[in-house]
């Protein structure tokens, strides 16, 4: 089970970070991904973390968005900088290990120009 936190309504150029808290230690097994869908879109990966903190990212977001992520504490994090009205969507995390994988619910970014 993994819920994201942190979205809301920000100015273009603003920052937000959100979280993805884990409820269970396995936690850190598992290699998070950082998808995001806006109304009437397609999914797309934005961003992902390995379980040892090696990052990827998308096009769109390189050298605007960091994730990151403490095991320590079962959460990982996506910070968002800059941000512009094409970066307003639903931001899930997903984290996947094997053949474990959990989703969080979803929380919404929106951008006003």
């Known amino acids: 089970q993994l819920v994201e936190s942190g979205g809301g309504l920000v100015h273009r150029g603003g920052s937000l970070r959100l979280s993805c808290v884990a409820s269970?230690?396995?936690?850190?097994?598992?290699?998070v991904r950082w998808y995001r869908q806006a109304p009437g879109g397609q999914r797309e990966l934005v961003a992902r973390?390995?379980?040892?903190?090696?990052?990827m990212y998308g096009d769109s977001v390189k050298g605007r968005f960091t994730a990151s992520r403490d095991n320590a504490k079962n959460v990982a994090y996506l910070q968002m900088n800059d941000l512009s009205p094409q970066d307003t969507a639903t931001y899930y995390c997903?984290?996947?290990?094997?053949?474990?994988?959990?989703w969080g619910q979803g929380t919404q970014v929106i951008v006003s120009s």
């Open positions: 973390i390995t379980t040892t903190g090696i990052t």
């Open positions: 269970e230690s396995i936690f850190r097994i598992y290699a």
């Open positions: 997903n984290g996947i290990s094997g053949s474990l994988e959990s």
